[in-house]
């Protein structure tokens, strides 16, 4: 998603140029889920190479919810009276039953920001697309990145963040946030995901004995992934949904976060998964080879996909050295797209 948040200054989550990228643009390894990510505004986080502050949180104050009382309905809150803490204050205002949040977590949100003293919403994301990012790694201002740990998935959670934990002395001008404005954010937390999350959609039939069938388990470990025996492999694109689910339809300039894994057609051999290394993989669909490119857009985030690709649409002639990638090989993954970013 291109969207941009004043909260977050976000543009797409980036690959790094060493995973699935196009061999015409030089790809020198296997699909890989480092990535590069443009840091919030904030002068007290990674932005400018400072360690994010270890912040004291006490209970509040935090300013009344006065409508949309709901889990994931659209909140209205007063303005702020008398003097916010300087301290992070954090209420859980709808407790969740979900999995607890981590640092190194994506979380997915929806959320409305607005100023203590003046009550004006500065930023929100409800009747939007709900937003998605990594928690505890300096891609969110401070306050989100420690007010948010601990919190379990399905919650409702109030913070009063004070200037040194959001966008300190300079503010945000194009938010209309001076450098002494406490922060007030209403978060709803829709999804946690980490390395043993799974797309949960509907289970799509398998019928198509020509091509590889996939474990359809949904308990965060690797898919079983079986290529038929004596079989030539598709010369077209296959992409087809193995669990279909319920998201937003992926675009051509999205970012997606997934679990992964790549086979060899010819040998049956694995090259590559998320799975083995534990961690989630966030990329930009354009940075990725063709097959990806053009298997991924449409389909819906929260499914698993198989996608079966000629070697025309992966690494051709090149493929990444050390790989155990042959020459022209077609290449069959699993992904579970778990969020657009």
């Known amino acids: 998603m291109r969207r941009r948040s004043v909260l977050l200054a976000v543009p ?14 030089g790809s020198s390894s296997t699909p890989s ?30 300013p ?11 909140p209205t809150v007063a303005k702020g009276t008398g003097t916010p803490s300087d301290k992070l204050a954090v209420k859980t205002v709808i407790k969740g039953d979900g999995a607890k949040i981590a640092g190194g977590d994506y979380v997915q949100v929806n959320y409305v920001g607005q100023i ?22 300096g891609k969110l201002i401070p306050g989100w990145d420690q007010g948010l740990i601990g919190q379990q998935a399905n919650s409702r959670v109030e913070m009063a963040i ?3 934990l959001g966008y300190g002395d300079s503010g945000n001008a194009q938010a209309g946030i001076k450098g002494t404005d406490t922060l007030v954010f209403v978060i709803d937390v829709l999804e946690r995901f980490d390395g043993k999350s799974s797309s949960k959609g509907k289970v799509v ?43 937003p339809v992926i675009k051509s300039t999205d970012s997606v976060l997934a679990q992964y894994q790549g086979k060899v057609w ?22 990725l080879i063709q097959g990806w490119q053009q298997g991924l857009v449409g389909k819906k985030a929260g499914s698993r996909v198989l996608l079966v690709t000629p070697g025309s649409l992966a690494y051709g002639a090149n493929p990444p050295s050390g790989s155990g990638i042959p020459k022209n090989a077609t290449l069959v993954f699993t992904l579970d797209v778990l969020a657009v970013l």
């Open 12 to 25: 797409a989550l980036m690959l790094t140029a060493a995973g699935c990228g196009d061999d015409s643009k």
């Open 33 to 62: 889920s480092s990535s590069s990510t443009t840091p919030p505004a904030s002068p007290t986080d990674s932005a400018t190479g400072s360690a994010t502050p270890s912040a004291e949180i006490v209970s509040g104050p935090v």
């Open 64 to 74: 009344a919810i006065t409508a949309g009382t709901g889990f994931n309905q659209k």
């Open 116 to 137: 203590w003293n003046t009550g004006k919403v500065f930023d929100t994301s409800f009747g939007k697309s709900p937003y998605t990012n990594v928690i505890g790694q």
């Open 162 to 164: 004070p200037p040194s």
């Open 205 to 247: 039939p398998q019928t198509d004995a020509k091509l590889p069938k996939s474990g359809t388990n949904t308990d965060g470990k690797m898919p079983s992934l079986t290529i038929p025996k004596g079989v030539k492999a598709p010369t077209k694109l296959v992409s087809a949904y193995i669990l279909e689910g319920d998201g």
């Open 266 to 287: 010819s040998t049956g051999k694995e090259f590559d998964s998320s799975y083995s290394r534990g961690e989630l993989a966030a990329f930009e669909l354009s940075q």
